[in-house]
């Protein structure tokens, strides 16, 4: 029940309509002449990613030439990418966005003044008011404050590759539903340690569970039975 409650909160919104671009209609001719053009969208990737999986699809009987190639890898790596936390991020990863490099350091300055509590903010810069950034808009990650803790960094890096990761905010589970979550997670494609999940799901439990904040309460041992009485 936890994993059918949280998964449509966790998962990428599959997009409906492909965002409008010059290379859109190459991409649909191209990836489309095999399958949905919409297949594996909802899959984000970095550039490397796409630009092997074009690859591939190539491979197996896509016709584009070399400069084709590159304009679909280029069509997938800026609306299909991984998601770019646009509060913590690089210039150079905020350029990913379709954005130049002017425009990126105008959002890494606005952003050390004062963080952008959400799209509206962030499409609302001055620097941004030509761009239209609705086809980007799934890409972008606008967290909630989390908690401060050793793990946070572990959560943040791995969780946040696939979705947003203020989403587990008001949340309150035990620890066999986060272990549970976590566990449908790394099966899903979560890469990651052993150590890094227990990390994982220690801070999950600890800041959104049946008492946030308070050290968890050690099990308590089943009581022994009693010694069956000795026949008369």
């Known amino acids: 029940m936890l994993a059918l409650f949280l998964l449509p909160l966790l998962a990428q919104e599959e997009p409906k309509t ?10 649909e001719n191209v990836c489309g002449s095999c399958h949905g053009a919409d297949q594996g969208i909802d ?11 074009v690859d591939r699809m190539v491979q197996l009987g896509a016709s584009a030439s070399d400069e084709e190639q ?3 890898v280029d069509y997938l790596a800026k609306y299909f990418g991984m998601p770019v936390n646009v509060n913590t991020a690089t210039a150079e990863e905020i350029q990913t966005l379709g954005l130049s490099e002017d425009q990126a350091k105008a959002v890494v300055a606005a952003r050390d003044k004062e963080k952008f509590p959400d799209f509206a ?9 030509e761009v239209n950034l609705d086809g980007v808009k799934r890409r972008l990650v606008f967290p909630k404050a ?5 793990n946070r960094q572990t959560f943040l890096n791995i969780c946040s590759a696939c979705h947003s990761t203020d989403v587990v905010a008001g949340e309150s589970h035990n620890r066999e539903s986060w272990g ?3 566990g449908r997670m ?3 494609g979560a890469h990651g340690s052993d150590d890094d999940f227990k990390k994982i799901t220690d801070y999950l439990v600890k800041y959104f569970g049946p008492t946030p904040g308070a050290p968890e309460a050690a099990a308590t041992p089943a009581p022994a039975k009693s ?3 000795p026949k008369q």
């Open 43 to 53: 899959d984000p990737r970095d550039r490397q990613g796409w630009h092997d999986t």
């Open 121 to 129: 903010a962030f499409s609302a810069l001055p620097a941004l008011k």
């Open 186 to 188: 790394r099966d899903h």
């Open 180 to 182: 549970a979550l976590v």
């Open 146 to 150: 989390l908690p401060q803790d050793p």
């Open 70 to 72: 590159d304009q679909i």
């Open 18 to 27: 492909l965002p409008e671009d010059k290379h859109k209609q190459l991409y």
């Open 227 to 229: 010694a069956p009485a």
